[in-house]
C-alpha cells in the first residue's frame, strides 16, 4: 500500500521559515516523482514544486523560486520542502504527492497519482 505523510507545518511570522517532510512508503523513488502542493480556503490546490530523484532534478511555481528549495533522500523515502522568507497569502494546508510513472515534471494535480493528508502552515503576525 502506498502512502505519503507530510509533517512540519505549524505557524510562523512572515519572513519566518518552515521545513516540510514527507515521508513515503509502499513505492521506489526511482519511478515516481514527488511534488509539494499548497491549498488556501476557496483557492485550487497549486503545485510549489517537485523533484525526481533519480534524474536529480527539480521544479519550482515562479511564486517560490529563489525561496524554496526541495530534496530528497531516496534511500529513507523522505522528502524536504525548506521555505525560506515565508508571506502571509502562503497560509494553506501542504500536500506531498507522488506523481504518474515516468512524468515529468510534474506540475499540475492532474499528473499526481498519490497523496498524503497535508500539513497546515499558516504565515501570522
Known amino acids: 500500500e502506498v502512502q505519503l505523510v507530510e509533517s512540519g507545518g505549524g505557524s510562523v511570522q512572515p519572513g519566518g521559515s518552515l521545513t516540510l517532510s514527507c515521508a513515503a512508503s509502499?513505492?521506489?523513488?526511482?519511478?515516481?516523482?514527488i511534488g509539494w502542493f499548497r491549498q488556501a480556503p476557496g483557492k485550487e490546490r497549486e503545485g510549489v514544486a517537485c523533484i525526481s530523484s533519480r534524474d536529480s532534478i527539480t521544479w519550482f511555481a515562479d511564486s517560490v523560486k529563489g525561496r524554496f528549495t526541495i530534496s530528497s533522500d531516496a534511500p529513507k523515502k523522505l522528502v524536504y520542502l525548506r521555505m525560506n522568507n515565508l508571506k502571509i497569502e502562503e497560509t494553506a494546508k501542504y500536500y506531498c504527492?507522488?506523481?504518474?510513472?515516468?512524468?515529468?515534471?510534474?506540475?499540475?494535480?492532474?499528473?499526481?497519482?498519490?497523496w498524503g493528508p497535508g500539513t497546515q502552515v499558516t504565515v501570522t503576525s
Open positions: 509502499g513505492f521506489s523513488f526511482d519511478h515516481y516523482a
Open positions: 504527492a507522488g506523481a504518474f510513472p515516468g512524468v515529468w515534471p510534474a506540475r499540475t494535480r492532474f499528473e499526481y497519482k498519490y
